[in-house]
């Protein structure tokens, strides 16, 4: 599967933005789609993440509240729509797919559980 992340920025504390994942190739109803991000001199850490068939949606502690993650089946498409944006959002953002239902894997948080990733897109949130 092939990825392309889009939608990042520079904003202002309190912003919003939406970031867009396109998936092209081999794509299956099976996967998982997540997203992490990554500030400099630190690991990538994860975000959200969707269940492609069932649309069931995962959540890190510091997002859940303002960050929501979508998809779009027709268009292969997986949004995350960023709001309340915070200084410490602050990164560069990957999509991910992984072969793997997620409603029944317990290390979904985990990079090392996708298979493919998408080129960063930056984030930036001015104070």
């Known amino acids: 599967v092939q990825l392309q992340a889009s939608g990042g920025g520079l904003v202002q504390v309190g912003d919003s933005l939406r970031l867009s994942c396109a998936a092209s190739?081999?794509?299956?109803?099976?996967?998982?789609l997540g997203w992490f991000r990554q500030a400099p001199g630190t690991e990538r850490l994860f975000v959200a993440a969707?269940?492609?068939?069932?649309?069931?949606?995962y959540y890190s502690n510091p997002v859940k509240g303002r960050f929501t993650v979508s998809r779009d089946n027709a268009k292969n498409t997986v949004f995350l729509q960023m709001n309340s944006l915070r200084p410490e959002d602050t990164a560069v953002y990957y999509c991910?797919?992984?072969?793997?239902?997620?409603?029944?894997?317990?290390?979904?948080?985990?990079?090392?559980?996708?298979?493919?990733w998408g080129r960063g897109t930056q984030v930036t949130v001015s104070s």
């Open positions: 969707i269940a492609w068939r069932s649309g069931r949606t």
């Open positions: 190739g081999h794509t299956e109803s099976s996967y998982a």
């Open positions: 991910a797919a992984g072969l793997f239902t997620i409603d029944y894997t317990t290390n979904y948080y985990s990079p090392v559980v996708y298979d493919d």
